[in-house]
């Protein structure tokens, strides 16, 4: 049903969020649509652009693909260096969808980055936790540039 609506209105503007639905403005007036066994969103009021119904995406990869656990096996000689590259690799591979903070360890955020820092001068401990393959797999890149050694757990 969605793909019809997408098919004959290319691009919306939403228009209203609410929790169970968003309305969105088209050329032909406002339409409602309708969550169903939502679990998560991202929609801004004001927002304009191409309507597309994905089923691969950066948002939906936390739920639709493989995630695995990542520890750190030595130290960094860096720790503020490779925390930057690592938060512009995961913005970058989820075109600014996702951030690392997500896959971090702790609440609030901000405790979490601290101790990845410290995580990282050590040499042990965790890095990401139940973060999409695609994720992992440029975080260990990043860390195996900078002399970091990883390993996984699913």
Known sequence: MLDSFIDRYSEATITRVQTTY???AVSTGVFRIQYRDK????AKPSAQ???AQMRDHPLLWDYNGPCDTVYLSNAALDPPHLLAELQR???TVTQGWRSLERYLFLR????AVTLLTQNLANGS???LQSAP????EVVRT???QHGVTTYCRP
């Open 133 to 136: 393959i695609a994720i992992v």
């Open 39 to 42: 679990v998560e969103f991202v």
């Open 108 to 111: 609030p955020k901000a405790s």
């Open 125 to 127: 401990g965790l890095l």
């Open 49 to 51: 652009g191409r309507l």
């Open 22 to 24: 968003l309305e969105v």
């Open 89 to 91: 690799m995961v913005a």
């Open 142 to 144: 990043a860390c195996q």
